[in-house]
């Protein structure tokens, strides 16, 4: 089993920044795909951002909803077990329960959630 711990969660006003943190319990040598996932009340949880090993580049390779891109960047850090996702000029509707992904194709194979982390944009 894979733990996945996120932080950085906060009150913010609107234009300001947050950064995300995920820590995972095992090395991400192992993880083909890490990821942030966001839920809001009455709303699907939505792929925010994600970071993937490629077969065919033998290289990550990063995909961002159209709504964050170029405001939100995903960077995976093998050393020290850990994901982020530096916000920048937040909005209002940016608020919601952010949550990690893992996919683990060895080790302890399989998907793993963290609990998530809450961040609220201020007008």
């Known amino acids: 089993q894979v733990q996945l711990v996120e932080s950085g969660g906060g009150l913010v006003q609107a234009g300001g920044s947050l950064r995300l943190s995920c820590s995972a319990s095992e090395t991400l040598i192992g993880a083909k795909t890490m990821a942030w996932y966001r839920q809001t009340p009455g709303k699907q949880r939505e792929l925010v951002a994600r970071?993937?090993?490629?077969?065919?580049?033998?290289?990550?390779?990063?995909n961002y909803a159209d709504f964050v891109k170029g405001r939100f960047t995903i960077d995976r850090v093998y050393g020290k077990n850990t994901l982020y996702l530096q916000m920048n000029n937040l909005k209002p509707e940016d608020t919601g329960a952010y949550h990690c992904?893992?996919?683990?194709?060895?080790?302890?194979?399989?998907?793993?959630w963290g609990q998530g982390t809450q961040v609220t944009v201020s007008p």
């Open positions: 992904y893992a996919q683990f194709v060895a080790g302890p194979v399989g998907d793993y």
């Open positions: 970071v993937m090993n490629s077969a065919v580049t033998n290289s990550a390779v990063t």
